[in-house]
């Protein structure tokens, strides 16, 4: 007999057909349906949902429900409005992804490195000026977050020749990355950091972590990419530290409301350049396989895949 497994997103969520589709076909043995056409019996049955920014309440409505796999690898929505529901979240860990995101990190640190934004400026003044060129071996890049994605992005950033380092809440090892670790060892990293990148997760912790402190710790001159949460991000640091010509550039690919409003302050600002949450994309083939995967494993064992620590928040 063929189980049935709910698809739950947002009504309004404009791939539903689409993910549904792909899941299928991953999961023969599975029954898949989108959550506002399960009925009444379906939804008291379910006990493993794939979800895509559920709804509290859409989960609430699963009474056997244990445990969620996402098709994102950040979680952090979902885990602040879980409250007292006792569910497991397994979150997207897809190397197609840690592959696409490290691509955009070297694409958008080379745009950096070779002085783009510059010479686009230069170029709407009519202005032609060399600048001094300094090779990627005498650039650092440094990653906050070493886990799936900062990780991959290290090993890239390393192929292309530059320094790299790396930070973590508990210490790594990766060949050729300099890694730091702790609230003690960040300023020591910054302070040698020609381009900051930013791959945590959105946590109690890491919220507002690049705060004006921290943002100080930047040579005069560093640029930053964010590539992980808006919210990780100060603003008003940011934007001071930008305007005071501390920070050269600032590549925004997250935001504290998305899509970000037509009268935001950076669509226009001088030092920075908007991306519309574009940096790391679910693949839906391949996250559909690793879900089914995972589903097949509880299915024939009993074991769920590593879930999210509801205590670290990722
Ligand atoms: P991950 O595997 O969970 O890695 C998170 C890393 O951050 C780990 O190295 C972790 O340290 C570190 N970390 C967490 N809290 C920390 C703290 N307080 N201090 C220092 N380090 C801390 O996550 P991931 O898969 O690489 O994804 C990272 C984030 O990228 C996601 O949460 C998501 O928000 C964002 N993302 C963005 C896009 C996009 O398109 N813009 C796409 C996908 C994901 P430990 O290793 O010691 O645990």
């Not at 890239?156 to 990355?177: E, H, N, Y």
Request: with cysteine; proline share 6%; aromatic share 8%.
């Amino acid at each position: 007999m063929r189980r049935v497994l709910p698809f739950v997103c947002p009504p309004s969520y404009p791939f539903w057909r689409q993910w549904v589709a792909a899941l299928q076909e991953a999961m023969p043995d599975e029954h898949v349906v989108v959550f506002h056409e399960l009925d009444a019996r379906d939804l008291a049955s379910c006990d493993v949902a794939v979800v895509a920014n559920p709804s509290i309440e859409d989960l609430r409505a699963l009474p056997n429900l244990k445990w969620v796999h996402s098709v994102w690898a950040g979680v952090e929505r979902l885990v602040a409005d879980l409250g007292d529901l006792d569910l497991k979240i397994v979150r997207l860990v897809d190397p197609v992804m840690a592959e696409t995101m490290s691509e955009a990190v070297l694409a958008w640190t080379l745009y950096l490195h070779r002085d783009m934004p510059r010479y686009a400026k230069q170029q709407a003044s009519r202005e032609w000026l060399e600048h001094e060129y300094v090779g990627a071996g005498d650039k650092t890049v440094s990653l906050l977050g070493l886990g799936a994605l900062g990780t991959a992005s290290a090993v890239k950033l390393r192929g292309a020749g530059f320094q790299v380092c790396g930070w973590s809440r508990t210490r790594k090892s990766i060949s050729g990355v300099q890694c730091y670790a702790g609230e003690e060892e960040l300023l020591q990293m910054l302070g040698r950091t020609d381009i900051l990148v930013c791959l945590l997760p959105l946590t109690s912790k890491t919220e507002g972590i690049l705060s004006a402190e921290v943002l100080g710790a930047l040579p005069q001159g560093a640029s930053i990419i964010n590539f992980a949460r808006g919210p990780v991000v100060d603003e008003h640091a940011l934007r001071r530290a930008l305007d005071e010509s501390k920070l050269s550039h600032a590549v925004l690919d997250v935001f504290n409301r998305e899509p970000l409003p037509v009268n935001a302050w950076q669509w226009a600002h001088p030092r920075v350049t908007v991306l519309p949450h574009i940096s790391g994309p679910t693949n839906r083939r391949t996250a559909s396989a690793l879900a089914a995967a995972n589903i097949l494993n509880y299915r024939t064992t009993g074991v769920l895949p590593i879930s999210v620590d509801r205590k670290t928040g990722y």
